[in-house]
Structure formats: C-alpha cells, structure tokens
C-alpha cells in the first residue's frame, strides 16, 4: 500500500469492498487520464490526496436524508464517482446521477460505473438543456464561476435542496460579483486538503 493511498484510507474509514472500488476507479483514471485528460498530467501522483479526499469531504455535508445528488460537469468523477462509491456503504439509499457532455468523458464514467458495480444515472447531455432533475444536492467541481453554478443550481435543485461548491481562495470574490444577480444563503466550510480554499454549501436560491 502507498503512502498517499494508506493515507488516504485511514481518513475515508471505509470498508474493504469500498476501498477497492476506490482502487479499481483509480486505476482505470490512470489508464485513461493520458487519452482524455480527466486531470491534470501534473497532479496524478496526488491523485488520493489532491482529488479523492478533496471529493469526499463534501459527502457529510449534504442534507440528511437526501435521496438525489446530481454531480454537473462530473469529468474524470470528482466529485460524483467518489460519492458513488461513498454512498454505496453509507448511504444506500441516495441516487447519484452525473451529467457530462463530454462523451469520452461519459465512456470513461460509464466504464468505472460498470467495472465497480456502481448504480448511477449518466446523462451524456449539456446541463443547461437537461430537464431540471429535482436534486436535494447539487455539486459541481472546477466547473463555471459561481455565478453560471448558480444557474444550474437553480434549474435542478429541488425545493429546500443544498448546493455544494468547491472554490479556491478567490471565493469571496465570486460571492460578491454573484449577489450583482443572485440572492442565497451560503454557508463556508474550509477545505480539508487544501488551505484557503472553501466549499460553498449554498441553499434558498432565487435571482436578485
């Protein structure tokens, strides 16, 4: 076991069956990262510090009971597929679906779905034409600026559903330019992995 995947494991605190879903996914991301560039060539070796557990942190911040989480623009997985896999022991009862246009991007979700044994919605279609999905969650990761996040947030969020935004140390400038057109309650839970940086848990939306 590496140090950075022994690391990894000891905060995750999950099953076996889970953690080689994690190593499974892993795996299969390496393997296609070079083709389609799920993420950054230069944060691979971070892979379980820089993308794993800077997705699951947001799994515990979701409001209890939630049965739908939809991930926009879920990429290489972060944050939709390690919620996925999350879910499928603490959680069995939350649906996630993952939208993505992309349609590499879609195969290689649809593959990692297929090889873990994951159940989730995979919709290959642009965010802004999907029919509102009525999700209790709605995460979204290095995405759009917070303003365009609102957007979709709006569109899919059930009534009473919660936003879940990671940013980088700019957040409260994107706050500020998002009022000019928003209103939202949000709440900032700093970021376990990567100083300065928050997730923006935001809820109660409507346009300024």
Do not use: C
């Amino acid at each position: 076991m590496s140090g950075a995947r022994e690391a990894a494991a000891a905060q995750l605190d999950v099953s076996r069956e889970t953690l080689a879903r994690f190593d499974s996914y892993v795996g299969l991301l390496e393997k296609w990262n070079p083709a389609i560039n799920l993420i950054a060539k230069s944060t691979v070796s971070e892979l379980w510090s820089r993308h794993i557990l800077d997705s699951a942190q947001l799994f515990s911040l979701g409001p209890e009971g939630a049965r739908l989480w939809a991930d926009l623009g879920a990429g290489g997985g972060f944050p939709g597929l390690v919620i996925a896999i999350l879910a499928a022991e603490k959680a069995p009862e939350l649906r996630l679906t993952l939208v993505e246009s992309d349609l590499r991007k879609a195969e290689f979700l649809r593959t990692v779905l297929r090889e873990t044994g994951l159940a989730a919605d995979l919709r290959a279609e642009r965010i802004e034409a999907l029919p509102p999905l009525g999700a209790d969650v709605v995460s979204a990761r290095a995405l759009a600026p917070l303003s365009t996040l609102l957007s979709f947030a709006e569109r899919h969020l059930a009534e009473g559903g919660v936003a879940l935004f990671p940013k980088g140390r700019r957040y409260q400038a994107e706050i500020t330019e998002s009022l000019e057109r928003w209103r939202f309650s949000v709440q900032k839970q700093p970021s376990m992995t990567e100083p300065g940086a928050v997730i923006l848990r935001i809820g109660d939306i409507s346009r300024a």
